[in-house]
Each structure stands twice: as C-alpha cells, then as structure tokens.
DNA sequence: CATTTTACTTATTGGTGTTAAGTTTGTCAA
DNA sequence: TTGACAAACTTAACACCAATAAGTAAAATG
C-alpha cells in the first residue's frame, strides 16, 4: 500500500515535472522567436535560426508548434499582450470618455512606432492567421479592442460622442481603429510620411476625429 | 558609299530590333510576373514561376531585372500607373474640391478592394522599395498622390476646408491619405473587418474627415 | 528486466534567390 | 567568307528555407 502510494506520487511528479519542462522549452522557443522576430523581421526569420539560438535542431519546434505560422502566431500573441497593457495603461491614466480616447490614440501609435515589427505581424502581414484556432492568446486582442470599445460605449452613453446613423459601436470601434492605423501604418511602410510626420499629425488627427464624432455626421 | 551606307542602314536597324526585342521581353516577364504576383500573392510569388511560365529559365530574368525586388518594384510601378488613372477618372467625375475628395476616397477604397494584393505590395508590404533609384516609374506615384494634393489646395484656396494649425498642405495630404488608407488597411488584412464593414463605413469615414476638415480644428 | 513512450536528432524532399560557368547564336571587321 | 567577339540564354551550383520521415538514446512503465 505504502509502496504503492509512493510509487504513485513519484509517477505523477515525475509527470508533472515532465509537462513543466515541457512548457519551459515552449516558452524558451517562443521568447527566442519573439527576439529574433524583432530583431529581424519577418521576411528574414526562420526556424533553423530560432532552434540554433536555443541549441535545439530544428525539428525540435514542430513537437512544440505545429508548424512556423503556429510560431508566428504565438509571437504575435506576445505582441497583443503588450499592446494590451500599454492601451490599459493609457486608458486607467485619462478621465472621461474623449481623454480616454485621446490618450489610448496616442498610446497606439507610440505603440506602433516603437515596435513596427510586431506591428505589422499583428495588424498587416497576416490577419488571417487571427482565425486559425481560438486559443486563450485571444483574451488579449479581445482585451484590447475591448478598451477601445469601452470608452465609445461611456462617450455614447454621457452624450458626448454620437455615432453616425446606421453604425452600431462594434463598427464604430472599427472606424476609429481605422483613423489612428492609418497614420501608424503609413509612418511604418511608407519613408515618405515616416514617425515625425505621424507624430506632427496625431493630434490634428485625433482633433478631425473626435470633432467629427462630437458632432455626428448627418452629411451626404 | 552606297554599300557602307547600306550596311549602315541595316546595322542600326538590326541593333533596334534588337533593342526591341529586349524592350519585348522586358514587357513579358513583367505582365507574367504581374499576373502571377496578383494570383499567388506575395509570399507565393517566385522567379522561377514567372520564368517557367513564359518558357524561360530563371537566370533570364536578371538580364532584365537587377533582382527580385527590382521586379517587384515594377511590379508596384504597373499597380501604381492603374492607381492613378482611377484616381484621376474619380477626380474627373466631380466638380468642386468637396466633391472630389470625396469620389476619390471612394475611388481609393473601392481599388484597394478590388486589388488587394497589388495594394498590399504598393502601400504597406515594402515601402523601402521606393527609395530604391528614380526612374520614370515614379511618375504614376506623383501623379496620384498630386489629384490628392490638388484637390485640397483647391478647397483650401475656395475656403471650403481648413487645415489644422501648422500643417502644410503636402502634411495635410498626408492625414487624408492616411484617413481611407487605414480603412482600406483593415478592410484588406484583417478578416474581422472586412470588405463589407468597409464599404458601409467609408461614407460616415469621409464625413468625419470632411467635417473635421470643414471647421479647421481649434480643439487640443 | 523488457517494453513502450518521450524527447530529440539526422537525413531527405522539394522549394527558394542568386552567382558562376558554360553554350549557342547572331554581329561585325578583316 | 571567315574568325573574333559579344549578346542571349541555359545548366550547374551554392546556400538557404519549411516540412516530413526515419532513426536513436534515454526515461518511464508494468
């Protein structure tokens, strides 16, 4: 019995330790993806240069990832949990509705210009990566989006913002996502406009917006 | 005398048909590599594709190409030269710099959704493969983002808009660009918005612009 | 102690861009 | 007309890449 009891705690921490090791490798696998990533951008990241890295052969990833898009979109989960702090951090330092989406705007662009990387991984290169399976690394684009939606939801509510007929808040959010991308976008793609220009046009972009949102647009 | 000039004759008409002929085959690799780009994408975009199919080795293509980007800049050149005869019709179409801002937002959204790979390649995939050299290329991008910059010099100078305190009119471009650009951005990467919200947002989008642009924008 | 499972590696396949080294074909002067 | 030369093009090769299959050594299990 005795014997049997133990051998039995010796069997599942042993099992334990085995699922712990294994996620510690994951997690070594994906900082070192995430690294390397950053540092050289997508079209120059490849496995074999993340396995060398950690002193693994390739193959070893594809019994941790299924495959390097599985690894990409893993690495791009990082991104939005960091995006999503920075947008609560933004949002928790602001009051009232039109504060808050002021300050969050900034705080998406300063976002995007210090990590264009990640950037464009999350909301450029490949979105459609974002509807392969539906893991918990959703909770934190949810989250994020959520933020946004949040202060849309109390400026409506406090009758400070009026949306435009026929658009529902989801929507909303999406065209006000779309106003700061576009500027965040074009500084990380195009030279020509580059992160001084969308620095110089943030606030007039944020004044059109939510000038244009105050009023409602009962034009056309 | 009547011989030499004779072999004369015939030695510069040789030397342009040859000369053609390399113009010629210039032409095909390029629509072949255009076809295949706009069908494959640019991930699944390679030389020896565009080679087999038009029945050449791969190594051809560097006769006429300095290398891959080289080809994919033109490649963005032939998207840029279509881009600005949209934009001009749409600019044709209206009357009066409201008008025309507006048809050739529209115009705008409406080719980023018809031709979204190519928009891809042009605006957000590898901007620095513009600051590569100048040659005639350039042209259709100039022009296109000019109809823009006309359009609001037009309206700033009819009183119709306002620009935002100490923006320039070529920073103003900007803004504007990057206002349906952002649409356009989501609508072609990311599934969650897609074409559809797109097209329903465009119209309430060029509202907001066109007010925020109507009243100049005094707010901080 | 034997068997099976786990963690990992090596080998291989089929692809990529790019360069170097041929090869054929047309041009041109003697 | 012929021999040198240049242009157009191909084959071979290099150094990568993602991904799969097959193999190996150690650990866990009964």
């Known amino acids: 019995m005795k014997e049997e009891t133990r051998s039995q705690r010796i069997r599942s921490a042993s099992a334990e330790r ?22 050289h951008g997508y079209e120059n990241f490849s496995l074999r240069q993340v396995a060398e890295s950690i002193g693994y ?31 609560q951090a933004a949002y928790d330092g602001a009051d009232g509705p039109l504060d808050r989406l002021r300050a969050t705007g900034r705080a998406y662009l300063e976002f995007g210009l210090a990590h264009p990387v990640h950037y464009r991984l999350m909301f450029m290169q490949r979105g459609e990566l974002l509807d392969r399976e539906t893991p918990e690394g959703y909770e934190s684009i949810i989250d ?5 939606t949040r202060s849309l939801s109390e400026g409506l509510e406090a009758g400070v913002i009026r949306s435009p007929q026929g658009v529902d808040v989801e929507s909303l ?22 992160r001084d220009t969308a620095r110089q046009l943030i606030e007039p972009h944020l004044d059109i917006l939510l000038a244009g949102l105050g009023r409602g647009a009962g034009a056309s």
């Not at 085995?18 to 540092?39: G, M, S, Y």
């Not at 994020?144 to 946004?148: D, E, G, S, V």
């Open 173 to 194: 959010g999406a065209l006000v996502w779309s106003h700061v991308h576009g500027l965040v976008a074009l500084a990380i793609s195009m030279p020509k406009v580059g």
């Open 18 to 39: 085995r699922a712990r090791q294994k996620a510690e490798l994951r997690r070594v696998i994906l900082d070192a993806a995430t690294t390397l990533f950053e540092e």
């Open 57 to 87: 052969s390739a193959t070893t990833i594809y019994l941790h990832f299924e495959d390097k898009d599985d690894l990409l979109l893993h690495v791009a989960f990082e991104g939005f949990r960091r995006f999503g702090e920075v947008m």
């Open 144 to 148: 994020a989006f959520a933020i946004l």
